[in-house]
């Protein structure tokens, strides 16, 4: 398993939410909405210092990481979380 942020989801999470060098973004399932890999969950994100880290990656100098008891939800997948213009929001694809 894999995690890519784009170019553009990192400015997105430095522009809009305000996000520095030194901070860590969670990714979490949560209940709710839809996702091409998981039936009636999404992804979420939030600012929290990690506990048990299961997979991660530095961009900008911010760690993006998932938990190791929610890595279930990737289902072994590779995951790229990007940005898209068009609809002005974060998007999750799984490969």
Known sequence: MNMTVT???LAWFQ???GFQPGDYVRFFARYGGSSTIQ???SMGFTREM???IGLSTV???ITFYIVEDELWYLDGKEMTVD???D???IVYSYA
């Open 7 to 9: 170019p553009a989801a």
């Open 15 to 17: 522009e809009e939410c």
């Open 39 to 41: 039936d009636s969950y």
């Open 50 to 52: 990690p506990d048990s």
């Open 59 to 61: 961009a900008g100098g």
């Open 83 to 85: 940005y898209r213009k």
């Open 87 to 89: 609809r002005d929001e």
